[in-house]
């Protein structure tokens, strides 16, 4: 085989290498494991286990929006620092890669914001310190718990 012959294979290869790369990119950060559902929310498919865990954070929210709120009320704004913080980004880091692989990128972007926002309120209730601004940033994190639970479900790989 020439070196021009080889040369123009080691390419082809690279070539198609670069594809599957992309095509692997595009399925695990940006499309996950879904599928359509009857009322127009995307199904996001996961283990029984990874369902759970999900759900179980999800419930975890409600929780520490409870003590936010009840701190608040009592204007005790390092208690609402504290609960803020127990839901922001560090705790995304939970979230093992291979159930990260089956999110879509939207369902990604607007969890990310979530535990963002509660980085953002968690600093402000302490450096700022005013109820009536942490309340217009929480209204603004529960705009994307609202917009998030319109668009998707979760959907358990054993369902039918
Ligand atoms: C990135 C998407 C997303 C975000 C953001 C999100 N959720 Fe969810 N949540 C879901 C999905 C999907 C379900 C499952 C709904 C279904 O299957 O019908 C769910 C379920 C829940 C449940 C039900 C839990 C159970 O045990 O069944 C609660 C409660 C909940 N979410 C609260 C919240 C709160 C509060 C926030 C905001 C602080 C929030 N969620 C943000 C996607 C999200």
């Known amino acids: 085989m020439s070196s021009v012959t080889r040369a123009r294979m080691y390419q082809a290869i690279i070539v198609v290498l670069l594809l599957v790369i992309a095509a692997m990119a595009y399925k695990f950060i940006v499309l996950g494991s879904t599928e359509r559902v009857d009322d127009r929310r995307v199904a996001v498919v996961l283990e029984p286990g990874d369902r759970a865990l999900m759900l179980s954070e999800m419930r975890a929210f409600v929780a520490g929006l409870q003590q ?23 705790r995304s880091h939970d979230v093992p890669l291979a159930l990260m692989a089956k999110l879509p990128l939207e369902f990604k972007a607007l969890a990310l914001g979530v535990h963002g926002g509660f980085d953002t309120l968690a600093t402000d209730a302490e450096a700022v310190g005013k109820p009536a601004h942490t309340l217009a940033q929480l209204s603004g994190i529960l705009q994307k718990c609202v917009a998030c639970h319109a668009s998707y479900e979760v959907k358990d790989t054993r369902a039918p």
């Open 68 to 90: 936010i709120t009840d701190a608040l009320s009592h204007e005790d704004m390092k208690s609402v620092a504290k609960a803020a913080r127990a839901m922001g980004t560090p």
